[in-house]
């Protein structure tokens, strides 16, 4: 009989490389799937799927999309041993398939359709049933006639399927328990009411005159603990959401004639089963699927909620507000509520009352009118800038305007917003364009309008307000007051201290900029050698940025050591070309590398920032292989060839968003390679 695992005992020398070596094939009654994420010279991720005692195996260089339009190339490779599935680790140099390989996703399968494993196989079809941490429901496999290898795989219609994401919550499930939730459980509630505040580490919620209770999904079965007669169509919402199991916490409600939400309205529709005015809002998520989420900060508990929630006219994520409590009652205090809640950003859910929750209520508001969708309604109301001066000329040489910024800072809008979101941002204004006086600001002035969110936060001992830009109406506003470039900081309200990215700037001033190439290519080499996931662009000027996004926690102590230790690596290895010396004149015309970018209060331009230099040029994502390309020229990203670029790429920094990196095996490789040179 042929030995399925030949190809990849004959691939390997098990005397260099720590994969393992197999073991005599033993078939087990279970069906495991893993996916393991393979920063080889070129990235992919392996598919793998246990069939009689082997891992057979496929390599999708793409990646995996839950819009089942998105058809991704998957081929056959060699069947792995069954021990592969808990494989994660570094293939040395000169072995194949050298790299990182890490564990991106496990769980178990099942075949659907074709049950029979030999006749999808021959067929060419092959139906999955995934439950992993990242993957689940249905998928399919199906052979191209191009070649036997060739696959494609995409996500079918179901639950889960939806906008292109790559994971189904979009969270790291790593501290939540996998277990169900207890049965005695009891709604957290507020530990104490308090006037309005104003803090980085908390977001306020409206709160709703309605009935507090649990949502639970189970399978088919849809239902609100404690509300038997709760209508059916809300029950058929619930059903919709995005996944097998959950339980939500939120509030029925029900609108009176004023359409306030009201909660003797309310026991009335409920007791007729008159289910047309009722509607849930559901501000937590507790339980996904068979993990326990409570242990979660409330930040990624809402995060994952706003995944799950699909567009509903009665089932509603509850939005928030961050960092500003003064904010919410501006939005609220027509709209008919009692109130807001503040709670605690980083707070795990808890049993009862918690100081993490406070209530406040909003004073003498009798008269109350307007509905009760305050966040939808202020979304969708004419933009509230006025811009001005637009035939202004802010690039003399190439006669572009301050109406072609604003034009392309709204067509790039939906693309850029999530990197300045919830940050506070400086302002660099030029308001007579590139040549003229330009001044920096961090302080939102007297005279800011009260719809512009603004943050307070220490400065000298005295709270300084710092602009924040959340939507379209924000940025335009930024930019009508005469800024080019944007300066958000590297962390967000509610984690000030904890940096989203670890940030590397490679600043040419006088150096040519094929040497900003090379010692970008070598930055690459090096964090994907040690397990990193870095992302790449340009800054809009003559330089290059790498990021690395961070997991939650890290300081900016963390992000600058390890970033210090990646400059000096990359000094000792091209030490006629990079420099860390901070004297422009010392720097002997070799890029400086900037690592002090790293620090609280510090700020980098955001990717598809405008520059305030000639040609306006854009900072701009690149893939890593573009840096192959020696005509590439960081001039030819400019507010014109941008937004196509953009529309044809994608978005090539979302990773920056949401593949939140682990740094300590990463200091620990790095010491390695410190210390073995
Ligand atoms: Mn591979």
Redesign the pocket.
């Known amino acids: 009989m042929r030995d399925p695992l030949s190809d990849y005992r004959e691939k390997r020398d098990f005397r260099a490389t720590p994969e393992p070596a197999p073991q005599p094939v033993r078939a087990r009654d279970s069906r495991v799937f893993v996916i393991?994420r393979?920063e080889?010279r070129n990235l992919?991720y392996?598919l793998r799927l246990e069939h009689e005692g082997v891992l057979r195996s496929w390599?999708v260089p793409k990646g995996f999309s839950y819009d089942p339009a998105d058809k991704r190339l998957a081929v056959r490779?060699e069947d792995h041993p069954i021990e592969y599935e808990h494989f994660h680790g570094r293939i040395p140099k000169g072995q194949y398939?050298a790299g990182t390989?890490t564990i991106w996703d496990r769980g178990h399968y099942e075949l659907v359709k074709i049950p029979d494993w030999e006749e999808a196989i021959e067929r060419g079809e092959i139906k999955l049933q995934l439950y992993g941490r990242r993957l689940r429901g249905e998928w399919h496999l199906v052979r191209t006639t191009q070649s036997k290898n060739s696959w494609l795989l995409f996500k079918s219609r179901d639950l889960y399927s939806g906008p292109s994401r790559d994971s189904a919550l979009g969270i790291e499930l790593e501290q939540a328990a996998a277990a169900p939730l207890p049965k005695d459980l009891v709604p957290m509630q507020c530990g104490a009411t308090r006037s309005v505040f104003t803090d980085p580490n908390w977001l306020f919620e409206m709160e709703f005159a309605g009935l507090r209770c649990f949502a639970e999904k189970a399978g088919p079965r849809a239902f609100f603990r404690g509300v038997d007669s709760a209508p059916t169509a809300l029950r058929e919402a619930l059903a919709l959401l995005r996944c097998e199991q959950a339980v939500l916490d939120g509030v029925l409600v029900a609108l009176d004639d004023q359409a306030r939400p009201d909660r003797e309205v309310l026991a009335r529709a409920l007791a007729a089963g008159d289910g047309a005015r009722i509607t849930y809002y559901a501000f937590d998520l507790l339980q996904w699927e068979d993990y326990d989420l409570r242990g979660l900060s409330l930040f990624d508990r809402k995060a994952a909620l706003r995944t799950l929630v699909p567009e509903s006219a009665r089932l509603f994520y509850a939005d928030h507000i961050a960092g500003s409590g003064p904010a919410l009652l501006a939005a609220i205090a027509e709209a008919g509520f009692p109130g807001a809640i503040g709670k605690r950003g980083a707070s795990t859910y808890q049993n009862g009352a918690s100081p993490d929750w406070q209530r406040i209520p909003i004073g003498g508001h009798a008269d109350v009118h307007e509905p009760a969708v305050a966040p939808q309604t202020a979304r969708t109301a004419p933009l509230r800038v006025k811009a001005t001066n637009l035939a202004k000329v802010y690039w003399p040489a190439e006669g572009h305007t301050k109406g072609d910024l604003l034009a392309y800072y709204q067509s790039i809008s939906e693309v850029m917003l999530p990197y300045l979101r919830d940050r506070p941002v400086h302002l660099n204004r030029f308001p007579d364009g590139i040549d003229g006086k330009s001044f920096y600001q961090r302080e939102a002035k007297d005279g800011t309008p009260d719809w512009v969110r603004t943050v307070p936060i220490e400065h000298d001992g005295a709270p300084v307000p710092h602009y924040v830009i959340d939507d379209l109406e924000m940025l335009l506003h930024a930019i009508n007051l005469g800024s080019i470039d944007l300066h958000p900081w590297l962390s967000r309200v509610g984690s000030l201290d904890s940096p989203d990215w670890a940030v590397l700037d490679l600043d040419p001033k006088a150096a040519p900029f094929a040497d900003v190439l090379r010692i970008a290519r070598a930055a690459g080499r090096l964090l994907r050698g040690i397990g990193l996931r870095p992302l790449l662009k340009t800054s809009g000027k003559s330089g290059l940025h790498v990021f690395v996004p961070l997991q939650p926690g890290y300081s900016y102590d963390h992000a600058r050591m390890f970033t210090e230790a990646v400059a000096r690596v990359l000094v000792r290895e091209l030490p006629d070309i990079a420099t860390v010396e901070r004297l422009p004149d010392q720097r002997d015309g070799k890029v400086y590398l900037d690592f002090l970018q790293n620090r609280r209060s510090q700020t980098i331009v955001p990717p598809y920032s405008v520059r305030p230099v000639r040609g306006a040029s854009v900072s701009t994502p690149l893939q890593w292989d573009e840096l192959e390309d020696s005509e590439l020229s960081p001039r030819q990203f400019t507010i014109h060839t941008v937004p196509e670029r953009t529309r044809q790429v994608g978005d090539l920094f979302r990773k920056a968003l949401d593949d939140r990196q682990d740094l300590l095996p990463a200091i620990a490789a790095l010491e390695e390679v410190l210390r073995g040179k």
Request: net charge negative; hydrophobic share 35%; no cysteine.
């Open positions: 393991h393979h080889a992919h392996d390599a490779t398939g390989m």
